[in-house]
């Protein structure tokens, strides 16, 4: 009788098919814990992230003096859809005329501070509505142009009194929807 003192083909094959298997559920195993960390990531930072822009934009609407948009009182109202963006007279500084408006630019949410003036009076400052003695609209200055929040691909106000105001994010695979109501202080 001889005696061999190796591995047979048949042997090899199978543990090379057995080590291969388990090199494919340990990498999906692991393929399927890095997905699931980056979503939970990209839930967390959306989350904190409505957050963040909930916080800032109830702040200014509840303390607004007057709303400049035009607001539905409904959100599927057929003959005025809710606005994207808003623009309020802000109540913080009560001796200056200034308004603070939230509008998106491509998924960027930002806030600027306007003042409205006219050119023969530029130190002068005005409401949004004003008209001169031509009927020509007032002058917008800018005075500052911020980013408020990202990945937002949706954002409604409405109602008159209760404002609502809607607002959805979007980063990856993941969608975070967030609705608040409050009513104005000052309105």
């Known amino acids: 009788m001889k005696n061999s003192s190796g591995f047979t083909l048949f042997e090899v094959l199978i543990g090379i098919t057995i080590g291969s298997l388990l090199l494919g559920l340990v990498l999906s195993i692991y393929s399927l814990t890095v997905r699931s960390l980056s979503n939970s990531q990209n839930r967390a930072e959306l989350a904190n992230n409505s957050r963040i822009i909930i916080d800032r934009l109830t702040r200014d609407l509840r303390q607004a003096r007057q709303i400049a948009t035009s607001l539905p009182t409904i959100s599927n109202d057929p003959d005025l859809a809710p606005p994207n963006g808003i623009e309020v007279q802000d109540g913080h500084d009560i ?93």
């Open 95 to 187: 001796n200056a005329i200034r308004y603070v408006r939230y509008y998106l630019s491509g998924t960027n949410l930002k806030r600027q501070i306007r003042e409205y003036y006219f050119a023969a009076e530029p130190a002068t400052l005005v409401t949004f509505d004003a008209v001169d003695d031509f009927s020509n609209p007032a002058s917008v200055r800018i005075i500052e142009d911020e980013l408020v929040g990202q990945y937002v691909i949706g954002l409604a106000f409405y109602g008159i009194n209760l404002i609502t105001v809607e607002l959805q994010l979007n980063k990856g695979q993941i969608i975070h929807t967030t609705a608040t109501q409050f009513y104005g202080r000052n309105l």
